[in-house]
């Protein structure tokens, strides 16, 4: 096998310094002349000036290394740290924003003068075709069927069926849902009703009637479910026929439904007005 020149070189180098040691190792220096003893030493001084800086360029390396790894390790449980600080860090802000709804709900109470329930949304339908949510109160907390569903924005919708620990909620943009409504500025009169767009429809608004764009509507407590007086949605557009009786109505609820996460239920709604109303 050839070498390369490179090798030669190398394994020359490596070959003298070994020769020029053990000539080193056995002469002894009282029996050399002073200028030989001299020359020997010249010779091998820079190999071993050399051997002296691999060496310790050798140890900088392993200790630079080993610091690299504790530096490592340090930077791990840096990084656990952190991200332990961060949870608790959104759990902290989730228990302020729960507060801050939930305080919210209490006062929404204390001014509407009703005997309410606090609940958790627990579930959402996830079918297109109805709009129902899950809240964690059910027959054991005194509910049933009917019962009216609210939050300080406005109505959510009522129960539809009740179990041991939870109930099913019927919301007011479900096909299935109406609620009498006012037009709070006219006092014009109709059924507010869900639609598969997502928002609502004020049916049966008699086409003479007032009704123009941010009107808002309430409840008008005629339907013997949910109190006087609360309040259900915008009117976003007004749409008349002149072929018919009725106007085409749009309303946009209070409630963002998409984000709902707490309700109240209405036990024993008064017979006066609710002053819900802002």
Known sequence: MMFSRTSVIIIFIVVLLAINIIGVSMVDERKLPFDTGRVVIASISPFQK?????????????????????????NDQLRNQIRLLENKLAESSEIELANLR???????????N???LASSVIAKDPSALFKTVMINKGRQNGLSSGLPVVLPEGIVGQIISVAENYSKV?????????VDALVQRTRA???V???????CRLAYALRKDDIQPGDIL???????????GLRLGVVKEVVQDSR????????????????????????TPLQRDASANP
């Open 170 to 178: 019927l919301l007011i943009t479900d096909g299935n849902s109406a």
């Open 50 to 74: 050399l051997m002296d800086k691999t060496s310790d360029h050798c140890k900088n390396v392993w200790r630079h290394y080993f610091q690299l790894v504790s530096v490592s390790e340090e």
């Open 114 to 116: 009703m005997q309410m």
């Open 193 to 199: 009703k869900g639609s598969a767009l997502g928002d």
């Open 218 to 228: 309430i409840s008008s407590g005629l339907d013997g479910v949910f109190p006087k």
């Open 189 to 191: 009169r109709g059924l």
């Open 244 to 267: 018919g009786i009725f106007q085409d109505v749009t309303v946009s609820p209070y409630v963002d439904f998409e984000k709902i996460e707490e309700a109240l239920v209405v036990l």
């Open 102 to 112: 939930l305080r919210k709900l209490l006062i929404f109470k204390e001014r509407t």
